[in-house]
């Protein structure tokens, strides 16, 4: 397994952006797909977006973030990141990041097998 810790939340205003950042430990990042999950209060875990393992040349999004947020990687740093661009109040979360041992990734959270501990993301109105 390796270990996460996601940075970058915060509170930003309705059309601002962010960038969450995972940095992972371990050698093996690259062969991991990894995932970003998102859980607002009082409801349950959601796919947000995910990446491939290895190039990471594919990805693929919840469609409530399609054409706001991008996913990405940088092997040679073993971070992920998410881009989040024009927020919305809905958006307000605990972000997760997650690795999955596979080049493979799901949109499942329990495909999933290390977490990171979550940063908070709040969007205002």
């Known amino acids: 397994q390796v270990q996460l810790v996601e940075s970058g939340g915060g509170l930003v205003q309705t059309g601002g952006s962010l960038r969450l950042s995972c940095a992972a430990s371990?050698?093996?990042?690259?062969?991991?797909?990894m995932g970003w999950f998102r859980q607002a209060l009082g409801k349950e875990r959601e796919f947000v977006a995910a990446?491939?393992?290895?190039?990471?040349?594919?990805?693929y999004y919840a469609d409530s973030v399609k054409g706001r947020f991008t996913i990405s990687r940088d092997n040679a740093e073993n971070t992920v990141y998410l881009q989040m661009n024009r927020l919305k109040p809905e958006d307000t979360a605990v972000y997760y990041c997650?690795?999955?041992?596979?080049?493979?990734?799901?949109?499942?959270?329990?495909?999933?097998?290390?977490w990171g501990q979550g940063t908070q993301v709040t969007v205002s109105s």
């Open positions: 990446i491939s393992g290895r190039s990471g040349s594919s990805t």
């Open positions: 997650a690795a999955r041992s596979s080049v493979v990734f799901t949109t499942s959270a329990h495909g999933y097998d290390s």
């Open positions: 371990g050698r093996t990042f690259s062969t991991y797909a």
